[in-house]
């Protein structure tokens, strides 16, 4: 009995551990956060990320923090194209500090990290992975962080892997981006993360 009790509590431990959350309803943006004039909404259960008039930043962040994480979504770039998404962040109206996950038009080293307001690029593809970008159609994409270590995956392959000792002292939102400029548009689905 005290066997099959542990069993339980070890496999209820494990569940939580590895809980998978839907960070995307299909619906509408709750648990999400707009900073910034740029327009984000859902159609056909499909959210869209679009240059306003005012053609600035956007960014549209989780309510929640996440600190170690396996996240998987889809995105399909339209236009421009020019977006992102942020890990460890924080924000202070289209001010953001912490870590981009690049999503960015053909040869712009999407999958790359940078560091905004800070280091700038810290790793990039190489360039025979720039190929992997599927623009103008669906692409899946990737992005673990555990602790300092960040790694991403487009359409199934390692785009970049690195440690980082300022990465794994931070914490924050997850953010998708808008870039300025104007003529962008980006569609997400299936934004999915795991804890780890």
Not at 43 to 51: C, F, R, T, Y
Not at 72 to 82: D, I, K
């Amino acid at each position: 009995m005290y066997r099959s009790s542990l069993a339980v509590v070890f496999f209820l431990f494990v569940s939580m551990v590895n809980a998978q959350e839907s960070l995307f309803n299909g619906h509408d943006l709750t648990g999400w956060e707009i900073y910034g004039t740029e327009k984000w909404y859902v159609d056909n259960a499909v959210l869209v990320a679009e240059s306003g008039p005012d053609e600035a930043y956007g960014y549209l962040a989780t309510k929640k923090n996440y600190k170690n994480f396996e996240l998987e979504l889809e995105f399909l770039q339209e236009a421009n194209g020019n977006s992102g998404v942020f890990f460890r962040s924080s924000l202070e109206g289209t001010k953001i500090s912490g870590w981009q996950v690049e999503v960015a038009p053909p040869d712009l080293h999407t999958g790359g990290v940078y560091e905004s307001y800070g280091r700038g690029w810290l790793v990039k593809p190489k360039p025979r992975k720039e190929k992997i970008l599927k623009f103008g159609k669906w692409n899946q994409l990737k992005i673990r962080v555990k602790d300092g270590e960040v790694t991403t995956w487009l359409n199934g392959r390692k785009m970049i892997n690195f440690l980082d000792e300022k990465i794994e002292q931070a914490n924050g939102k997850i953010a998708l981006q808008i870039h300025d400029g104007g003529g962008i548009k980006v569609l997400w689905r299936n934004i999915n993360l795991r804890h780890l």
